[in-house]
């Protein structure tokens, strides 16, 4: 008997032909899913780089004109704090796009004067920001934005690593300094 066990062990699997209909069964039903998809996705163009600037700048614009029903730098600095995320958004969205360095540029001067703002989410909106930024930037482009004023604004990151009480700025400023280590190296 323990002959016969060793000999149905080593010999190759034999299925009666309700033991095949079961095993079909199971492996129609079965969802592997460490396999991964086996569908490759094709490359396509951006259609969002197309219209990009057609959303990214007039935001931008007149955002310090100070409206009888809106104050952004003042009482609806959380506004002030959702355009800054909805900027940085778009600037993801329209990776390898043409306009991206000039988009960076841009956000960059516009984040500069509003790194020091009172409100926590408008702090919160330019880490995010710069965190879009580097990002969506290639080392080779990180240079033009030195020149501008990302040496400043690291530094003002740093100081935010140290000083800041707020768990959120914390983790975009380590985040920010990290994807800018990764640029550099």
Known sequence: QKKR?????????????????????????TRIISKGSSRIDEPSTNRFSSVCGEFFFPLMSNFDNKLNTLDLLGRDSLI????????GTILQAAV????????????????WGLKYHTNVFVRQGVLYCVCCILSCSSSSSISNLMDIGLNEMLLWIKGIVTDE??????????????????LIH
């Open 80 to 87: 002030l704090g959702h355009l800054l995320h909805a900027l």
């Open 165 to 182: 009480a707020n768990v959120q700025c914390l983790q975009l400023a380590g985040l920010s300094l990290s994807l800018f280590q990764e």
């Open 96 to 111: 390898h796009c043409p306009l991206v360095p000039v988009m960076s540029t841009v956000l960059l001067d516009f984040c």
């Open 5 to 29: 066990k060793a000999i149905e062990e080593l010999s190759p699997r034999i299925l009666k032909p309700w033991q095949q209909v079961v095993e079909k069964r199971i492996k129609a039903k």
